[in-house]
DNA sequence: CACCGTGATAACCGAATGGTTAGGACCCGT
DNA sequence: ACGGGTCCTAACCATTCGGTTATCACGGTG
């Protein structure tokens, strides 16, 4: 399997035509139906089949071309790429937690911008405990900024405590908590199907069952439809201020909340360390992200407002 | 530059030596060696440079990391993927908008599964417009939903009108307008980075400076601030018929609002189109999808909810 | 039916890839 | 300075890849 058969495999198929595809290509027909036959042979699939006066791409075919585009843009890139890095400011890439990501990592990283911006050039995606776990040893990316990710002392990473914070749960003003907690309706961000979170470990504890668990794209979403009335929500106290205080959410106290929490900021030991991870470590040690993780702004202006680089594969 | 070249690079960078690299290869360690020296010379950098008692990467061979890790781990996925997919559901790969991202995407796309889970295998991804157009032709996704995507004649799509729907700007209780519409503070989701989406053009149209926009999130979170009486955010008046019958927001008008704009419903050419994307297409003019649309549960169950396969890539 | 145009296959060939062993250059420790 | 580790390079060889031309098989279309 070579790049130049999956580039010739992607141009059949974007086309629809072998023919067409050598001409683009600029070689003969054969070399082109002999790259297909390869892969062919090598992943035991015919691919494209013939579909009337063209070619059609078989189940198999259609996985493989997503994948291969990927591949061969990625091919082209990789030269594209390490011919920019030079004299190029260095890449930071940052892991964080759903929460951290709706509200602390876009100023985080705008007020990281505004000291380092000659020199760094960051950006951030949200992960899952498990992905970070195998993002951060890979270099795949720099800084992990949420959970503890201690506990395999194997993978060479080092967790450190950032912030403490108080896990709450909240609700409507007009809620009325009866029964069991497992048996409330709880309305959870996207991290409630991370059975590491917070929020994960808390559905676990009141041993909540899916039925009763209602899934939002994000705690915003989540916190409002509490404020309605239907059920309860699981927040971090600083977060929730504002709702609280303008009588939209009430605390409601179990068993288990309010429970303390930290975030944790992970790299690799100290010695593989990156430099950017270097300076991000030290920079969230310092006053003003602190301010940052305690009362984030929310919303920022569109220049400064970068989404973070994600490439959609359907695998 | 080889499929195995970069393999045993990303092995070198990740192992920190040339060595240990060959060994899990099971290999001389010149071929590993030199596998390095090609890359070396067609990308003109060094990527690994001695570093005491093992490799540093360069910068440019950092930023190579990333590509070639992504290549090589698609490269294995490529054989698994050709294989699982024989006899399997083909898959409906579906680019939505962000506003249809945060609302109606999930709840859309479950009910489609109800009905052709044993045949389809849905999911959804947000991209922008000129993310859609460059995906579609490319058969990196069967189908669109969002905004209309004709006016490129030449690109084989096919746009239809799905649903008509009323754009409107809403603000809290006590928000007072004073001034131009330019100089009121404007909340908007990401979206409002996307100049063909309907907030980048509204916000054109008032000719509103990016000093007066504050870029939240998501949508939720925007009208939640636009309650706060921080400023007005465009909304689909369906969407926040919730928050306006509550009295959290009210409407204001204005010379460009309401307006009535339709989602469209964006495929490749019918004789090109996936037979995934034709029962999506049929479906959507279902009465139960139309139900959908207009007032969208919020939240799911989690067993149903699957986020999108995202892999994220620094690029 | 004969005639296109399409894709598959065969036979051949130059070039590169990827592997080996042997030896040189370099850094680091004692 | 020496030995032991590392990485780089050279010379050699088998294999595969990617290209060609020629030929066969198939499906519409006149």
Known sequence: MTLTQLGA?????RLGSVRAAADVLGVSEPA???????????LGDQLLVRDGNGMALTEGGSRLFGIASQMVALGSDAEAAVRAAKGTPARLK???????????????LEAFGRRWQTSFDASSGVASVAEMRALLPNRLADVALGPDLRGDATS????EPVLKYRIILVTGQDFRATGPPARWPWLVDSSGTDPDSDTGRLLRGFRVPESSIRVFPNQTAAWAAAADGL????????????????????V???ELTPAVACWYVTTLAPERRSPAARYLRNFLSTPEAMQLMCSPGTGVSPSRFRPPVYVTIWS
Chains 1, 2 share one sequence.
């Open 9 to 13: 495999f992607v141009l059949v198929a």
């Open 32 to 42: 082109v139906s002999r790259a297909i036959a390869a892969l062919r042979q090598h």
């Open 94 to 108: 940052l892991l964080v937690s759903s929460t951290i990501a709706e509200f602390i990592a876009t100023p985080l």
């Open 156 to 159: 060479g990473l080092v967790s």
């Open 231 to 250: 059920g309860v929500a699981p927040a971090v106290a600083t977060l929730v201020g504002r709702q609280l205080r303008r009588g939209e959410l009430r």
């Open 252 to 254: 409601l106290d179990t």
